[in-house]
């Protein structure tokens, strides 16, 4: 048996009979740089363990084995999520969460999650907002989309919208889809002040305190002049 590992078509490792190698030959000098004492081959199993993972590493992963009789592959797709981005919005606010990615509008789709649930989605040339009822509900006509850099802003957010944001981006390889990168954001939305039904109160308070002020005074002059009559 030979077994050939392949990062988006570059090979990166491989075991031929009782010899294993990573990154050796020149077809392999990109993968060399890319990989560079990260790679761990089992040669037993055939494994291969990517240490230290970054964003850098997210792509298709091909194993080719070749048998005497037939050859077999088997495909990974592999997502490193970056780390989370934290943002802090008032209330009433907008807030553009930016995935700082370039983006290839011909092969990439880009989809954005709010816990889980389908908010936003640009493929291609074409893009869409929020289409089921669910999102309708919560961030109706409050949702826009750069379709050039894939960010997404939320226009007069609420206490509701804190949360984690999440991106997807899926890259085209080899006429399928792959996972390439996720892009997380956690977003909290500070109080910016009283609601409206906490401030309509305090005014109701405010102007029952004035008339029993303005009661009292009355009710003051009112006496003092009938003192000075006697």
């Not at 997210?58 to 999520?81: E, M, P, R």
């Not at 880009?110 to 869409?128: P, R, V």
Request: charge should be negative.
């Amino acid at each position: 048996e030979e077994i050939s590992w392949y990062f988006d078509g570059t090979r990166i490792a491989q075991i031929t009979g009782d010899q294993s190698y990573i990154c050796t030959d020149v077809q392999c000098n990109e993968g060399t740089e890319r990989f560079r004492d990260r790679l761990k081959l089992d040669h037993q199993t055939g494994s291969l363990t990517i240490m230290n993972i970054n964003t850098t590493d997210s792509g298709l992963y091909k194993l080719v084995i070749l048998h005497s009789s037939s050859d077999s592959v088997l495909i990974f797709t592999v997502a490193v999520q970056d780390e989370i981005k934290r943002k802090s919005v008032k209330e009433g606010e907008s807030v553009t969460l930016d995935p700082d990615v370039r983006k290839n509008l011909k092969n990439d789709l880009m989809t954005w999650y709010f816990t889980d649930t389908l908010i936003a989605e640009i493929s291609g040339d074409q893009s869409k907002i929020c289409t089921d009822d669910q999102c309708d509900e919560r961030f109706r006509d409050r949702l826009k989309l750069d379709h050039q850099t894939g960010s997404l802003t939320i226009m007069n957010i609420r206490t509701t919208d804190s949360g984690l944001y999440k991106l997807q981006i899926n890259s085209t390889h080899l006429r399928r889809h792959s996972i390439s990168s996720i892009k997380s954001f956690d977003v909290s939305v500070i109080n910016s002040g009283l609601s409206s039904a906490a401030v309509a109160r305090i005014c109701a308070a405010v102007v029952s305190v004035l008339l029993l002020v303005a009661i009292s005074l009355v009710l003051w002059c009112l006496t003092e002049r009938r003192k000075g009559e006697y």
